[in-house]
C-alpha cells in the first residue's frame, strides 16, 4: 500500500515543482480499526480479522477541490456477486464500512453542507466549518517517506478525536478528507482516533485540473441542525444496541 503511494508522490512530484496546484481530484484509502464486539462468534471475529488482512474493508474516498472549496465522499463500489460473502461493494459487513455522506466546505465564507444518512433518511446539515487547533512543531525538516515533502501536526477535533495529519505545502490549501483541513497545505495522511477505533486515510492519487473544477453543495434532503441529527443517529444507536442485546439473549437461550 505504502510502495504505491510512493510510486505515485515520485511520478507526481516535477509536476508540484514545476506548477503549485489549484484544482483537481484527489483519492484517499480510508482503513478502519476497530475492537472486536463481545457479542461476535469466533468464526464472525476471524471472518472479519480475514476480511482486514485481505483489504476487504478497505473503501477510497475521493475529494475534489479548487481553490474555494473542496466536497469528499466515498467512491461508490461496485455490486458484489449475487453469492458473495462479503468483500468489495457488499456483504454481511458491508452497513459497518460503506457511507453515502457527502462532506462540503466553503473555504472562503468558513461554511460547510453535509449530506448525512440514517437508513434510507437523507438530512442536509448547514452550518460553520470548525477548523481544528492544529499543533505543528517547529524547526521540523520535510518527511520526504511520503516523497512530496509533508510535515506532521496534531490536533483534537471539536467531537473529541485524536488527530495526526501530515500535510504538503506543495498543495497550498488546507483541504482535506472527510471536511478536515485548514492546514497550510493538503493533508496527504490523516489518522483519526477515539475510543479504539481509528481511521485513517491515505493519499493515493491525485489528479490536477487545468481549469477550476466546478462543485455541486449537496442537497436533496431534509434540511435539520446538527442538534437534531445528533438525536436521531442517538435514538438509531441505541435501537441498535437493544437489536445487539435481544440477539445475545436469544444466544444463551
Known amino acids: 500500500m505504502q510502495r504505491n503511494f510512493i510510486f505515485f508522490c515520485l511520478s507526481l512530484f516535477p509536476l508540484l515543482l514545476a506548477a503549485q496546484i489549484s484544482s483537481g481530484t484527489i483519492e484517499y484509502l480510508e ?8 457479542w461476535m462468534s469466533n468464526e ?9 488482512a485481505n483489504g476487504e474493508l478497505d473503501r477510497i474516498g475521493v475529494l475534489s477541490f479548487n481553490q474555494s472549496e473542496f466536497s469528499y465522499s466515498q467512491k461508490k463500489q461496485d455490486a ?11 456483504g454481511w459487513m458491508s452497513r459497518f464500512t460503506d457511507n453515502p455522506d457527502v462532506f462540503y466546505t466553503h473555504i472562503s465564507d468558513s461554511s460547510i ?7 434510507d433518511r437523507s438530512f442536509i446539515i448547514e452550518d460553520i466549518w470548525q477548523v481544528p487547533e492544529w ?10 517517506a511520503y516523497t512530496l515533502p509533508s510535515e506532521v501536526a496534531y490536533a483534537i477535533s471539536a467531537e473529541g478525536d485524536t488527530l495526526t495529519a501530515y500535510f504538503s505545502r506543495s498543495i497550498p490549501l488546507g483541504i482535506g478528507p472527510r471536511g478536515y483541513g485548514g492546514l497550510p497545505g493538503a493533508i496527504v495522511y490523516l489518522k483519526v482516533e477515539k475510543d479504539q477505533i481509528a481511521t485513517e486515510y ?11 473544477l466546478a462543485l455541486t453543495v449537496p442537497e436533496d434532503g431534509e434540511v435539520v441542525t446538527r442538534e437534531k441529527f445528533d438525536e ?3 435514538r438509531r444507536r441505541e435501537a441498535r444496541e437493544r437489536q445487539i442485546r435481544s440477539w445475545r439473549q436469544r444466544r444463551r437461550n
Not at 44 to 52: F, G, P, S
Not at 80 to 90: E, V
Open 31 to 38: 482503513t478502519r480499526t476497530f475492537p472486536m464486539s463481545d
Open 44 to 52: 464472525m471475529k476471524e471472518r472479519v480479522e480475514e476480511m482486514r
Open 80 to 90: 458484489p456477486p449475487a453469492n458473495a460473502r462479503s468483500g468489495r461493494g457488499g
Open 232 to 234: 436521531m443517529q442517538a
Open 113 to 119: 453542507v453535509e449530506k448525512r444518512r440514517i437508513l
Open 135 to 144: 499543533e505543528i512543531p517547529e524547526n521540523q525538516r520535510p518527511n520526504m
Open 202 to 212: 491515505i493519499l493515493q492519487t491525485m489528479q490536477p485540473n487545468p481549469e477550476k
